[in-house]
T-cell receptor, first 113, second 111 residues
Framework: KQEVTQIPAALSVPEGENLVLNCSFT??????LQWFRQDPGKGLTSLLL?????REQTSGRLNASLDKSSGRSTLYIAASQPGDSATYLC????????????FGTGTRLQVTL | SQTIHQWPATLVQPVGSPLSLECTVE??????LYWYRQAAGRGLQLLFY??????ISSEVPQNLSASRPQDRQFILSSKKLLLSDSGFYLC??????????FGNGTRLTVT
């Protein structure tokens, strides 16, 4: 059974700092991995999707990497801003025909002024 | 472009009352559709998913049910709500095994 872990559970950084969020998974037989952002009381917003054959994806100040063999992904946020404060979740989709993603429990990020 | 609509945004219902939450997707055909629940302080729990009209897979035994009467419509229902059904319900869609996209969620409080 796939298990997805995100450490740390919470993180507070000053504005302008670069930071890394971690996601680890136990079964490397994945089809893709997706990073989401969730603001309080809102739905999840997709940030980046990495296919299993890819090593990284970039969107603006965000860069996500994937090391499938070691079961790890990182989300790098450059020059953090208060507007980046949210909970960040990663999710893995298995290989094969299954349609179900397994989610981590998230990292709650606070960027302070 | 594709959009997903989920309503209502908030709902307060007494124990034992029925429930109907609706989700519709625009701008795509034959999407995979999902219902998730997010309880306070806990992760996302997959409740149901559907790969086509009338095709529903249930992940967690409970007093909830789901239906897909039309290609882009997904409904979550209950005949009698329990206190434990309180939570944040999220509908999501994807095209085959590509990116998953979520609606804005429904905050359900059962009193």
């Amino acid at each position: 059974k796939q298990e997805v872990t995100q450490i740390p559970a919470a993180l507070s950084v000053p504005e302008g700092e670069n930071l890394v969020l971690n996601c680890s998974f136990t079964d490397s037989a994945i089809y893709n991995l997706q990073w989401f952002r969730q603001d309080p009381g809102k739905g999840l917003t997709s940030l980046l999707l990495i296919q299993s054959s890819q090593r990284e994806q970039t969107s603006g100040r965000l860069n996500a990497s994937l090391d499938k063999s070691s079961g790890r992904s990182t989300l790098y946020i450059a020059a953090s801003q208060p507007g980046d404060s949210a909970t960040y979740l990663c999710a893995v989709r298995p290989s094969g025909t299954a349609s179900k993603l397994t989610f981590g429990t998230g990292t709650r990020l606070q960027v302070t002024l | 472009s594709q959009t997903i609509h989920q309503w209502p945004a908030t709902l307060v219902q007494p124990v034992g009352s029925p429930l109907s939450l609706e989700c519709t997707v625009e701008g795509t055909s034959n999407p995979n559709l999902y219902w998730y629940r997010q309880a306070a302080g806990r992760g996302l729990q997959l409740l149901f998913y559907s790969v086509g009209i009338g095709q529903i897979s249930s992940e967690v035994p409970q007093n909830l049910s789901a239906s897909r009467p039309q290609d882009r419509q997904f409904i979550l229902s209950s005949k009698k709500l329990l206190l434990s059904d309180s939570g944040f319900y999220l509908c999501a869609w994807s095209e085959d095994r590509v990116a998953l996209h979520f609606g804005n969620g429904t905050r359900l409080t059962v009193t």
